[in-house]
């Protein structure tokens, strides 16, 4: 009785095995054998959106000036122009080639200017396709491969350590040369590395008649007591503590200043898009900087420059100066 009983209960968990393991294998080959959907094709008409673009921008006679140019495109067009002319070529996906029916694709400049558009503006990548004629997916593929290639092509000019003459500079318009904005950072900052390696700026600089020869950072109250910070002071008291702290807080903030004038130029700092991974978006903090940086080294002879000589009587009244040695 027991040995049918037990036949019986294997025969029906055979059966059961069988009817599970049919429904999945035609479940696999149903999946297998459905037609994909087709990739819809649009036609376009890219021809036209670069004809638009060059008329707009581009032509001896534009649609629109030399100021709406700097606007909209973030910097000049000579600066845009020597960037369009490095990445075609140098990087694959901005050389203007034509496909298998002999017909060009998309130019540098449409490719760009998409790039520069999501960059300054943070907004959709389908935002250009109705102007620049260029698709959402090769807009992200301008984007990824435009930053990749700004960081190859300008990283080390744009990203370098600052030269003697750039400190020097810095010294004469009484600005810091640096600082960081949140102690949670300052532990795993390498900011600090150079200076205890020997490797950092050799400054010379006076201060109540005493010669100081380390860089100094201007920071707030939150941070240690170390030798190289500078803190203002919190409750002030008397007309020279009230003068010091009154300038040191204004100086202090200029590289939150600078940040901020980051942000207002290229709107993807602020909003970046959650769906990008984290080396894309590093990519792009790093192609917006160079970009920055860029941008203020071909304007600077338009900023104001102090002529520090009318505070000078002398070679030895400058009370700041790097060792150029």
């Known amino acids: 009785m027991?040995?049918?009983?037990s036949d019986e209960l294997e025969e029906?968990?055979?059966e059961a095995f069988d009817d599970v393991f049919e429904d999945i294998y035609n479940n696999i080959v149903e999946a297998q054998t459905k037609k994909q959907r087709?990739?819809?094709?649009?036609?376009?008409?890219?021809?036209?959106?670069?004809?638009?673009?060059?008329?707009?921008?581009?032509?001896?006679?534009?649609?629109?000036?030399?100021?709406?140019?700097?606007?909209?495109?973030?910097?000049?067009?000579?600066?845009?122009?020597?960037?369009?002319?490095?990445?075609?070529?140098?990087?694959?996906l901005?050389?203007?080639?034509?496909?298998?029916?002999?017909?060009y694709g998309l130019s540098p400049l449409q490719k760009c200017t998409a790039t520069i558009c999501l960059l300054a503006y943070g907004s959709a990548a389908d935002k250009v396709d109705e102007y620049l004629r260029l698709g959402e997916s090769t807009a992200?593929?301008?984007?990824?491969?435009?930053?990749?290639?700004?960081?190859?092509?300008?990283g080390d000019e744009y990203l370098r350590r600052p030269t003697p003459e750039d400190l020097q500079r810095l010294l004469d318009m009484e600005r810091n040369t640096g600082t960081l904005n949140d102690i949670n950072v300052l532990n795993r900052s390498p900011v600090f590395d150079d200076i205890l390696q020997g490797r950092g700026p050799r400054l010379e600089y006076v201060v109540n008649g005493h010669m100081y020869n380390l860089a100094y950072y201007l920071i707030d109250g939150i941070y240690p007591k170390w030798s190289t910070f500078i803190q203002?002071?919190?409750?002030?008291?008397?007309?020279?503590?009230?003068?010091?702290?009154?300038?040191?807080?204004?100086?202090?903030?200029?590289?939150e200043r600078a940040f901020g004038v980051l942000q207002a130029r290229f709107a993807i700092v602020k909003n970046l898009p959650l769906s990008w991974d984290k080396e894309?978006?590093?990519?792009?903090?790093?192609?917006?900087?160079?970009?920055?940086?860029?941008?203020?080294?071909?304007?600077?002879?338009?900023y104001t420059q102090y002529d520090t000589s009318e505070f000078e009587e002398g070679e030895t009244s400058r009370s700041s100066r790097v060792d150029m040695s």
């Open 2 to 5: 027991s040995s049918s009983s």
């Open 12 to 14: 029906r968990l055979n």
């Open 38 to 92: 087709k990739h819809a094709y649009i036609e376009r008409n890219r021809e036209e959106g670069y004809t638009r673009l060059w008329n707009d921008y581009f032509s001896e006679d534009p649609t629109f000036p030399a100021h709406l140019f700097r606007r909209r495109f973030r910097m000049n067009k000579e600066l845009f122009i020597r960037i369009v002319h490095r990445l075609s070529e140098n990087v694959p």
């Open 94 to 103: 901005f050389q203007h080639r034509r496909d298998a029916t002999r017909r």
């Open 140 to 154: 992200i593929s301008c984007v990824q491969n435009f930053t990749e290639g700004i960081i190859q092509l300008f």
């Open 232 to 255: 203002s002071i919190s409750l002030p008291q008397g007309p020279k503590a009230e003068l010091f702290a009154k300038v040191q807080e204004a100086t202090r903030k200029d590289v």
């Open 280 to 302: 894309k978006i590093w990519h792009i903090m790093r192609a917006c900087i160079i970009l920055h940086n860029m941008i203020v080294k071909n304007e600077r002879d338009g």
